[in-house]
């Protein structure tokens, strides 16, 4: 959980379900630089809002962050599973990775692991790093014949 004293840049990074939180208070901290050393604190009184607006910022954001840790993890469909086995199979790969990307996730192959990957689905040997995983918690993953690509889907 958060408090007012952690930064900005370290909430967002940590948390990135809470960026919503933060906007509708007027906090636009993403693309700020100064989100990296400023404390919430400290950024909310420079937007010139008052403790009680922080309290409830803090309160708001930490029942965003129990939301997305009740929500179950990010599970596949037996397509997407026989997908993933297929894909694995075919390039001789241990991993396979998923990576946010503009329109949704990517899925690559791999044998390596990251420093910051996390193994999402071990039976399978799904990766991410830890902030997409927040984003797939809750996350059906299915394969489309039609498009022969990957579908999330929020359950």
Do not use: W
Request: charged share 35%; net charge negative; aromatic share 8%.
């Amino acid at each position: 959980m958060i408090n007012e004293k952690d930064t900005l840049g370290q909430i967002i990074k940590q948390y990135p379900e809470i960026a919503p939180v933060l906007a509708k208070a007027g906090l636009h901290c993403i693309g700020c630089q100064v989100s990296e050393y400023e404390s919430l604190g400290d950024g909310c009184r420079a937007h010139g809002l008052t403790d009680e607006d922080i309290k409830k910022i803090v309160t708001d954001a930490n029942a965003k962050i129990k939301e997305f840790d009740d929500m179950p993890e990010v599970s596949f469909t037996k397509k997407a599973i026989l997908e993933v086995e297929k894909r694995k199979s075919k390039e001789g790969s241990k991993y396979i990775r998923i990576m946010p990307v503009f329109d949704g996730y990517d899925f690559e192959v791999t044998n390596e692991l990251e420093t910051d990957d996390i193994i999402l689905n071990k039976d399978l040997n799904v990766i991410s790093d830890s902030r997409t995983q927040r984003f797939l918690k809750g996350v059906t993953i299915d394969f489309s014949d039609k498009d022969k690509d990957f579908i999330a889907k929020r359950n």
